[in-house]
């Protein structure tokens, strides 16, 4: 019998060799006589992730908003994230709005002149303070510059019409 079990483990340490390849360290990785892989590995790519964006918006029933230039997102360090020409979609249901699209971080002043319609109450009480933290006084400020709007025009020297008759 001990024979016997012997034969058994020499043959089945044949057959071990046989199928790893008899490798003392182990079993082949790779090489010519290793078996070709049954299954490919597939990579994540960005697209994936902007398939399973759009899969969740759609399964909240946003719908896309048509005709919005910019979006200014105001942020509580005096920041602001914005955005031209962004693709804006809602979902009046669950008051979500999703905005995509090229932004930029740009300081408060930066957007100043064309961003005041835009601003909130406390948006307008932090620009007090930043001004007057630069020592000027914001009804000042505002006199004034409503007052230098005609130096940008040149005066009317000559008569258009009579150039347009000839």
């Known amino acids: 019998p001990d024979s016997n079990m012997s034969d058994m483990e020499e ?3 044949r057959m071990i060799a046989k199928r790893f390849g008899g490798n ?3 079993a082949a990785t790779g090489g010519g006589g290793a078996p070709r892989r049954k299954k490919k590995t597939v990579h994540k ?3 994936s ?3 399973k964006l759009n899969a969740t918006l759609k399964k909240m029933g946003v719908s896309p908003i048509p005709g919005i230039e910019e979006v200014n997102l105001f942020q509580d360090d005096g920041n602001i994230v914005h955005f031209t020409n962004p693709k804006v979609q809602a979902s009046l ?3 979500t709005y999703v905005v995509s699209g090229n932004c930029e971080t740009k300081a408060f002043q930066d957007l100043l002149p064309g961003i005041l319609s835009q601003m ?4 307008m009480e932090a620009l007090r303070a930043m001004m007057s933290s630069m020592g000027a006084d914001p009804a000042a400020a505002a006199a004034a510059g409503g007052a230098d ?3 940008d025009i040149p005066d009317l020297v000559e008569n258009f019409e009579d ?3 000839k």
């Open 24 to 26: 003392a360290a182990g």
């Open 45 to 47: 790519s960005a697209n």
């Open 149 to 151: 709007d005609d130096d």
């Open 49 to 51: 992730d902007d398939k």
């Open 163 to 165: 150039t347009a008759n």
């Open 11 to 13: 043959a089945r340490a």
């Open 120 to 123: 909130g109450p406390e948006s």
């Open 93 to 95: 249901q669950s008051n």
